[in-house]
């Protein structure tokens, strides 16, 4: 990631990945131009950081590539999931999945699971947004901060 792909929040942070623990962010368009923000020293430490990253991710940002390489594990499980079930008229059912049927008759518990998780259960939980963003949202509420938007993208 890091090199070609990039996603931006609302408020104009450019980020090389959606799923690290802290929110990485590479710099801001509300700020910067586009070049002295994909050139510059903030993002070369972010795609150090990336590429650093730990936690063997595979689907986060585009899972196109994968899908791609192991073509067959995506369309059997459409056709499976998907066609079979539409072509029997047959309504999806999460208690299709043992794990959750174990969970509802109280052979597993919530933390049993969790172990299971790959999520990072230590991860440090903040709200996700830089300090350029949060200094954005003092004494607005998020309808005035969409309503300028809004007219914003209206006048281009």
């Known amino acids: ?7 931006i929040d609302p408020y104009g942070d450019v980020m090389p990945c959606n799923g690290t623990k ?16 994909w050139n510059s020293e903030q993002a070369e430490k ?3 950081t990336v590429r650093h990253c ?18 067959w594990t995506p369309a059997l499980w459409v056709f499976r999931h998907k066609f ?17 049927r174990d969970y509802r008759d109280g052979k597993v518990t ?3 699971l ?3 998780s790959t999520c990072d259960m230590n991860a440090i939980v903040n ?11 003092k004494n607005k509420s998020g309808e005035e901060i969409v309503d300028a938007d809004i007219a914003s993208q209206m006048k281009k």
């Not at 991710?57 to 791609?68: E, Q, T």
């Not at 079930?85 to 999945?97: C, I, P």
């Open 114 to 116: 969790d172990k299971c």
């Open 22 to 37: 802290d929110k990485e962010v590479m710099g801001n368009l509300n700020t910067q131009s586009w070049d002295e923000l």
């Open 127 to 137: 709200n996700g947004l830089s300090e350029a963003s949060k200094e954005q949202l």
């Open 84 to 100: 079979l079930r539409f072509w029997k008229k047959k309504k999806y059912s999460m208690y299709e999945l043992k794990v959750v």
């Open 1 to 7: 990631m890091s090199f070609d792909t990039f996603f």
């Open 110 to 112: 919530k933390e049993m």
């Open 46 to 48: 972010v795609r150090r």
């Open 54 to 71: 730990d936690r063997n991710c595979w689907m986060i940002g585009s899972v196109s590539p994968a899908m791609h390489k192991y073509i």
